[in-house]
């Protein structure tokens, strides 16, 4: 009988050191709700603030899927549109005053600095381009095509 209790003793703890880590693994996994994304940027924290457009890219040097969006958002710089990409850990006050919490993050700000699109994780070429498109020349881009608006969706 002694062993029987032992034995149920046994499994009880087995049982409760196992839910703990079970919880603990969830809770540490659940992402963020939600993500933050910028409405407005000072122009004079990024290249070029005399353009009438901002392309930034919010990335990490860590991260495979910010490369791949730096690499489409950069054939976007000309005369009208500057595009830097803000990395972590050469920029990390940027991300900071910005309150990025989440690469990538692209977003799309007129001259003034309000920003006009925006596009949380990989965005592909079409989107971003024709979203800036849109936003250069409204109604040149049909339905579908323009990425997200100023809200972030």
Sequence with gaps: MERVIIGVALAAIAGAVAAWFARRDRV??????????????DRHDFVEAGRPWL?????SATCSSCQDTWERARHLDSDAV????????????????????????????????VVQGSFLGPVSATHLWARLAELREPGSVPDGCGGSGPDGH
């Design 82 to 113: 500057a595009v830097q990409e803000i990395e972590v850990g050469a920029d990390a006050d940027l991300h900071h005053r910005y309150t990025i919490d989440a690469v990538p993050t692209t977003v799309i700000a007129d001259a003034e600095g």
């Design 28 to 41: 540490a996994a659940d992402p963020p709700a939600e993500y933050h994304v910028p409405t407005a940027v």
């Design 55 to 59: 392309v930034a890219v919010f990335t």
